[in-house]
Each structure stands twice: as structure tokens, then as C-alpha cells.
């Protein structure tokens, strides 16, 4: 066998290090400021004006108006499917959620479930207990399905006989 001739490596310079600028000095910290006690309102609000600011009905969702959207379509379908498994167990609210999400991606099928959530008239079928219809914001819903291509004539003029 005959002999390799040997490898020479050149020689690789490092790159030079430049100088890091120090960081500027710390400005002094300034002492803590001592605790003191909050003086108490003035002025306490009677019992009566704090239940009803707590009784006041919250107005509806305002969802007529905003304009269509185009979300992603695969996401759309799981977060629909995902809230009519959750309405199907009677979990209205955690439904809602999803449902709300669905709508955001410009799903009418979502704006009509959602319109169903809040109906008296549908409301009953979901089987809860405790949770109370919503005639403004069932129409509001109703609207907003309509708007997205959804056929919902006969519930919104039910609705808006009933008023």
C-alpha cells in the first residue's frame, strides 16, 4: 500500500473581537414610599341603588351590524361541531363560546344555534335548568343569520309578534 501524502490545513484566523461597551450607570433607586391606609369613600351608595345597577338587564349583543367575515373553514366546522356537542349536554354557556367563535369565522349555521340559545320558544328543548330566554338578543342573533345567508324569516317574525 502506498503512503497518502499528508493534508495541510491553512491556516483559519479567528475573527477579531471587538470591545463591548460597558452598560451606562444605574440611575439611584428611590426609597420605597411608606404604606398608608386608603381613606373610605366619601359617599357609600345605598343598598337599593346598588341592586339595581346589579338587576339592570344587560342590552343585546349588538352582532347585525358587523359585516360578514371569512375565517378558516376546518377550524369553523370543529368549533361548530364542538358547540352543538356541548349544547347536545345541556352546557348552554360553554356552547355559546364556541358557537360565538364559529359566527367570528362568518358560519350562519353558528349565528342560528346561537339565535336558538337565547329563543323562548327553542330554549326549553336544550334541557337546562336556571338559564332564562332572551327575546332581544335571540332576535339580534336571528338577524345577524339572516344576514350571513341563513333562511330565518319565520323565527324573527315570530319573535317580533310576540313583542
Known amino acids: 500500500m502506498a503512503a497518502e501524502p499528508p493534508v495541510l490545513l491553512a491556516a483559519v484566523e479567528a475573527p477579531p473581537v471587538l470591545p463591548v461597551p460597558a452598560p451606562p450607570p444605574a440611575a439611584p433607586a428611590a426609597p420605597p414610599e411608606p404604606l398608608r391606609a386608603e ?3 366619601a359617599e357609600v351608595p345605598p343598598a337599593e341603588a346598588v341592586a339595581a345597577v346589579d338587576a339592570a338587564p344587560e342590552p343585546p349583543p349588538a352582532v347585525a351590524e358587523a359585516p360578514p367575515r371569512q375565517g378558516d373553514p376546518m377550524l369553523t366546522a370543529v368549533l361548530l361541531r364542538r358547540g352543538h356537542a356541548l349544547l347536545g349536554l345541556g352546557d348552554i354557556s360553554g356552547a355559546r363560546r364556541f358557537l360565538e367563535r364559529a359566527e367570528a369565522g362568518g358560519s350562519a349555521e353558528a349565528a342560528l344555534s346561537l339565535a336558538e340559545t337565547y329563543d323562548p320558544r327553542t330554549l326549553a328543548g336544550f334541557r337546562t335548568r336556571g338559564l332564562q330566554p332572551d327575546p332581544l338578543a335571540a332576535l339580534a342573533w336571528y ?6 345567508g341563513a333562511a330565518v324569516g319565520p323565527q ?3 319573535l317580533e309578534s310576540s313583542r
Do not use: C, E, G, S
Open 143 to 148: 338577524r345577524r343569520a339572516a344576514a350571513l
Open 39 to 41: 381613606a373610605p369613600p
Open 156 to 158: 324573527i317574525a315570530a
